[in-house]
Protein backbone atom coordinates (compact mmCIF):
# COMPACT_ATOMS: atom_id res chain seq x y z
CA UNK A 1 0.00 0.00 0.00
CA UNK A 2 1.17 3.18 -0.61
CA UNK A 3 -0.16 6.81 0.67
CA UNK A 4 0.60 9.84 -1.74
CA UNK A 5 -0.08 13.69 -0.34
CA UNK A 6 0.23 16.26 -2.46
CA UNK A 7 1.53 20.02 -1.25
CA UNK A 8 2.35 23.17 -2.72
CA UNK A 9 -0.39 24.54 -4.76
CA UNK A 10 -1.69 28.10 -4.82
CA UNK A 11 -2.61 31.15 -6.68
CA UNK A 12 -0.04 32.40 -9.02
CA UNK A 13 -0.04 35.03 -12.30
CA UNK A 14 0.17 33.98 -16.01
CA UNK A 15 3.71 33.90 -16.57
CA UNK A 16 5.10 33.13 -13.24
CA UNK A 17 6.49 29.56 -11.51
CA UNK A 18 5.51 26.95 -8.61
CA UNK A 19 6.58 23.89 -7.85
CA UNK A 20 4.45 21.17 -5.94
CA UNK A 21 5.52 18.00 -4.19
CA UNK A 22 4.04 14.68 -3.59
CA UNK A 23 5.57 12.97 -0.15
CA UNK A 24 4.63 8.88 -0.32
CA UNK A 25 4.51 6.38 2.13
CA UNK A 26 4.85 2.46 1.95
CA UNK A 27 7.91 0.13 1.68
CA UNK A 28 7.20 0.06 -2.05
CA UNK A 29 7.16 3.39 -2.93
CA UNK A 30 10.60 3.28 -4.33
CA UNK A 31 9.59 0.77 -6.90
CA UNK A 32 6.73 2.17 -8.16
CA UNK A 33 6.54 4.61 -11.46
CA UNK A 34 5.24 8.52 -10.23
CA UNK A 35 3.80 10.96 -11.85
CA UNK A 36 1.63 14.13 -12.39
CA UNK A 37 -2.00 14.30 -13.86
CA UNK A 38 -3.92 17.00 -13.60
CA UNK A 39 -7.76 17.86 -14.26
CA UNK A 40 -8.98 21.23 -15.18
CA UNK A 41 -12.65 22.33 -14.77
CA UNK A 42 -15.68 20.12 -16.52
CA UNK A 43 -12.47 18.35 -18.67
CA UNK A 44 -11.21 14.76 -17.56
CA UNK A 45 -8.37 14.05 -16.30
CA UNK A 46 -4.85 14.25 -18.16
CA UNK A 47 -1.62 13.24 -17.99
CA UNK A 48 1.05 15.98 -17.49
CA UNK A 49 4.54 13.54 -16.24
CA UNK A 50 6.21 11.13 -15.36
CA UNK A 51 9.62 9.51 -14.12
CA UNK A 52 10.52 6.28 -13.75
CA UNK A 53 11.72 4.40 -10.07
CA UNK A 54 15.26 5.07 -11.15
CA UNK A 55 14.72 9.08 -12.44
CA UNK A 56 16.94 7.58 -15.46
CA UNK A 57 13.87 8.66 -17.93
CA UNK A 58 11.29 11.61 -17.97
CA UNK A 59 8.14 12.30 -20.15
CA UNK A 60 5.98 15.22 -20.74
CA UNK A 61 2.83 15.89 -22.18
CA UNK A 62 3.35 18.98 -25.21
CA UNK A 63 1.07 20.98 -23.47
CA UNK A 64 3.97 21.03 -20.88
CA UNK A 65 7.04 19.98 -22.55
CA UNK A 66 9.57 22.93 -22.05
CA UNK A 67 7.67 24.48 -19.17
CA UNK A 68 7.83 21.85 -16.87
CA UNK A 69 10.06 19.63 -15.19
CA UNK A 70 9.73 16.65 -12.81
CA UNK A 71 12.20 15.19 -10.74
CA UNK A 72 11.86 12.67 -7.53
CA UNK A 73 14.30 12.29 -4.45
CA UNK A 74 13.87 8.47 -3.04
CA UNK A 75 15.95 9.38 -0.02
CA UNK A 76 12.20 11.82 0.98
CA UNK A 77 9.97 9.52 -1.14
CA UNK A 78 8.95 12.72 -2.76
CA UNK A 79 8.51 13.96 -6.09
CA UNK A 80 8.29 17.66 -7.21
CA UNK A 81 6.52 19.46 -10.59
CA UNK A 82 8.68 22.52 -11.03
CA UNK A 83 6.28 24.46 -13.34
CA UNK A 84 7.17 27.81 -14.94
CA UNK A 85 6.18 30.26 -17.78
CA UNK A 86 2.42 29.06 -15.97
CA UNK A 87 -0.60 29.81 -18.34
CA UNK A 88 -4.25 30.37 -17.61
CA UNK A 89 -4.71 26.86 -19.32
CA UNK A 90 -2.30 25.29 -16.77
CA UNK A 91 -5.18 25.52 -13.98
CA UNK A 92 -6.45 22.75 -12.34
CA UNK A 93 -5.81 20.30 -9.97
CA UNK A 94 -3.01 18.11 -9.48
CA UNK A 95 -2.84 14.65 -8.82
CA UNK A 96 0.28 12.57 -7.90
CA UNK A 97 0.21 9.01 -8.76
CA UNK A 98 2.00 5.76 -8.57
CA UNK A 99 2.08 3.16 -11.68
CA UNK A 100 3.87 -0.38 -12.84
CA UNK A 101 5.99 2.01 -15.41
CA UNK A 102 5.89 4.87 -16.65
CA UNK A 103 4.67 3.42 -19.95
CA UNK A 104 1.25 2.16 -17.81
CA UNK A 105 1.00 5.65 -16.22
CA UNK A 106 1.03 7.53 -19.46
CA UNK A 107 -1.71 5.39 -20.52
CA UNK A 108 -3.66 6.17 -17.75
CA UNK A 109 -2.91 2.90 -15.53
CA UNK A 110 -2.41 3.80 -12.04
CA UNK A 111 -2.56 1.70 -8.87
CA UNK A 112 -2.35 4.78 -6.60
CA UNK A 113 -3.87 8.34 -6.57
CA UNK A 114 -3.06 11.20 -4.20
CA UNK A 115 -6.17 13.43 -3.35
CA UNK A 116 -4.56 16.48 -5.46
CA UNK A 117 -3.66 20.14 -5.19
CA UNK A 118 -5.15 22.94 -6.64
CA UNK A 119 -3.19 25.65 -8.93
CA UNK A 120 -4.87 28.39 -9.94
CA UNK A 121 -3.16 30.66 -13.03
CA UNK A 122 -4.73 33.92 -13.18
CA UNK A 123 -4.00 35.99 -16.38
Known amino acids: QVQLVESGGGLVQAGGSLRISCRGS????????MGWFRQAPGKEREFVAAITWSSISTYYSDSVKDRFTISRDSAKSAIYLEMNSLKPEDTAVYYC????????????????WGEGTLVNVSS
Open 97 to 112: AAGRSTTVLKAGGVDY
Open 26 to 33: GRSFVSFA
